[in-house]
């Protein structure tokens, strides 16, 4: 928990650094496990290391090990689940990624504290000891405020320069359940980035989204139904709803997706207060 708060940044200036030898596949694979691993590989060995911890905390005898397997390995099946689900799509949509990393950190060191066999006499100065050390420094880490011009702009696609953050202005930003969503200004235009990749964008990509609109109507002029798949900026579902009588459904994954595009209402035609729209 403590090293993605810290190093996802570094990390994704460093993997975008790395561009230009990415370009060899070899290159890029190792720069790929490497990233990944200094973010994972730690984390990944305790995790490991868990499961036969707890089997033996249990204290069960040789006889009765398949039990005690079965039984771990159900809430710990149980627990995967609950946590994935909690934490992406509860906890980082409605706290944001760091509450939510130091609420894992705070339970990461309340299960140490319940399955360490400390000894009596030293358990309760021990664990108050490890309470503020892991309170002090989850506190230190939520009020660390992290620039989404550092891992949320693509570099693992676009590369690094170094001036991202005078050439980009952050004009919202939110971590949804599916993805983090990006609008980003760069003189008058616009771009909105899904999880870094710019999808949309107010300038360079109009062809496309108008394209989008109008090549289908343009094959089925009689069309009044028209279903759109992702919502982007809003440009495409805007431009079919300026034919008359026609009625726009969208479906989209991400609400924040649609929430970021009230930056796009210069191009996209505000589609949401058309009566002719559901999304």
Not at 31 to 43: C, D, H
Not at 162 to 182: D, K, P, Q, W
Request: charged content about 15%; some cysteine.
């Amino acid at each position: 928990t403590c090293a993605g708060k810290l190093l996802i940044p570094q990390v994704s200036i460093l993997v975008g650094t790395l561009k230009d030898l990415r370009a060899s596949q070899g290159w890029n694979a190792a720069i790929a496990v490497g990233a990944s691993a200094v973010l994972e590989l730690v984390p990944a060995i305790g995790m490991g290391l868990l499961f036969p911890i707890f089997i033996d905390r249990t204290r069960k005898r040789a006889a009765d090990a398949g039990k005690a397997i079965g039984a771990i390995y159900a809430w710990n099946t149980a627990g995967s689940i609950a946590g994935a689900t909690a934490a992406f799509i509860v906890l980082v949509p409605a706290v944001g990624l760091s509450n939510t990393e130091q609420l894992a950190l705070v339970l990461y060191t309340a299960a140490l504290l319940l399955v360490f066999p400390f000894p009596r006499r030293a358990r309760d100065a021990v664990t108050l000891a490890i309470l503020c050390v892991v309170l002090s420094l989850s506190g230190y880490l939520t009020g660390l405020e992290e620039d989404p011009r550092d891992t949320d702009l693509g570099y693992y696609m676009y590369g690094h320069t170094g001036n991202e953050r005078t050439r980009y202005e952050v004009s919202y930003f939110r971590e949804g359940a599916s993805s983090n969503v990006l609008v980003t200004r760069q003189g008058k235009d616009f771009s909105l980035r899904v999880n870094g990749k710019v999808d949309a964008s107010s300038l360079h990509d109009m062809d496309m989204q108008l394209g989008l609109a109008y090549f289908p109507i343009f094959l089925s002029p009689g069309a009044r139904n028209v279903c759109i798949i992702g919502f982007g900026s809003g440009t495409t579902s805007g431009a079919a709803l300026l034919f008359p009588e026609v009625h726009v459904t969208c479906c989209e994954i991400e609400p924040a997706v649609f929430e970021a595009s009230k930056h796009f209402a210069a191009v996209n035609h505000s589609p949401e207060l058309f009566p002719r729209f559901s999304v």
